[in-house]
């Protein structure tokens, strides 16, 4: 917004600046005349010189004058209020001098002198016009009134005296209102100009952006403009490979199939090597124009994904239904079963099986918990946190509430701050699943688990880390690619929901959790999380 009105603000000027300059060009051309009345030996017999001195005199001064202005304009328009007033009175005083110095042309002088005062209205405001106007209509008609009570000079200097005064306030009246709208719709175009050039970039930048690709294809096949997904998907052609042929046979067989036999091919076909495979799109730039045609490419991967996600959104939805109607049945069976428990009649193979319901509903429970967890998962509330201090008093609180017994949880922090952007109890719900995994199944068989909670940076400038790290016996890498698919588990009694969940929050947190392994043994759960706003200033 800004920047348009500092455009607009300098098309104004320009415009005026424009104005005074033709104004300070018409000025050298009267002076010129000035000097042709007064040196012009051809003229003798038409116009003589009463005053031969004066005449050349005033003009040699006034051509000098417009000279110097022609070659000034552009530093007279900051002040260019205060700076045309003394202009119009000199082109006065000037045509005044002249007419006194050569009477025989009164009339001429005195009607060069109304394209200044025009000029003038319509450069300044309607009372300044009218001031200038003024004046040089009042000396005329002392000049005439002299001329003719001193000089005995005929009356109808007087008659033409009045009929210029008219004329010169006329048209001070009429140029500065038409300067004033000729200005108004000057400054009208330029805006509009300037709002359909911005406008033009806007639609630039969009079709540019857009994932779908866009080609504007001529009737000899010549490709005129692309966007950036057209480029990639026809395989990333040079700049000069404008022909639609060479760079994408395929696609100009069915543009000429479409061009000419009114058939359009809607299968999904790969245009080059190592591409998303695409659905080409035709239609007429214009109703009237059959040369120039738009051709859209639809990435067929994008409109997968997007199934994907409405169907993997319906299957949550579905899935957290079912959940929640699986709860009331296991309560019974698990009430029924520790009801069964508490038999005196019960017998060891019939206790162990009550053992096993028990156990198996107790896994149960946790997926349904899972599965309704990440159905009513909050949105995230991030805040700028100092992993250092958030990193110790984690360590501090999981120590207090749970028995480590051997097994050894600390924090490792840096001497610098190390700030990120997450939600606090996302995190320590993420956290504390990573830890409570690292404590189970990080430990080398009959050693106590060794765990880290580690804050620091990726590099100096790096995004904020947090990682859990322990060293046991590490991940199989077949394993490893497979830990954060939903209810993949290793463990006979695992949900296989724990690290889905714990990625999906940092997916909304805008965080990533990957695998790391650790060389000599161990694994390494590492989150990147999003720089605060004063780091990223920073960086």
Known sequence: MAAAETQQHLSSGEIVRRELYFTNLFRVLQASTYIGLAYSPWLGDLVQPELPSLARGVALVYVAVALALLFTTRRALPRLGSAMPPMIALDIAAAILMIVAIPDARTGIAGLLLVNLSAGAALLSLRAGFALAGGASASLLL???????????????????LLFTLAYVAAAWLNHTLGRQMRASEALAERRGLDLANLAQVNELIIKRMKTGVLLVDAGNHIHQMNESAWLLLGSPSGDQRDLGSVAPELSRRLYHWRN????????????????????????????DDAHVLIFLDDTSLVSRRAEEMTLSSLGRLSASIAHEI??????IRYSAQLLAESPDLSEEDGRMVEIINNHCVRLNDIVENILQLSRRDRSRPEVLDLNDWVLRFVEEYSESNDLGEDSLRAVTQARAVEALADPQHL????????????????????????MVIARNATEQGP??????????????KVAAQIFEPFFTTHEMGTGLGLYLARQMCDANQATLEYV???????CFRITLGASVRMASAV
Do not use: K
């Open 143 to 161: 000049l005439g009134l002299f001329q003719v009570l001193a000089q005995d000079r005929p009356a109808r200097l007087l008659l033409e005296s």
């Open 261 to 288: 036999l009114a058939r359009s091919d809607e299968t999904s076909v790969a245009l080059a090597e190592g591409v998303p495979e695409v659905i080409p799109r035709f239609t007429r730039l214009a109703a009237n």
């Open 464 to 477: 904020p880390l947090l990682e859990v790290v322990d060293r046991g016996p590490g991940i199989p890498p």
């Open 327 to 332: 709860r009331n049945p296991l309560a019974a």
């Open 517 to 523: 392994p650790v060389p000599g043994g161990g694994s």
């Open 428 to 451: 320590q719900q993420v956290v504390w699943n990573l830890v409570q995994n690292a404590l189970r199944y990080g430990r080398l068989p009959g050693e106590p688990a060794r765990v």
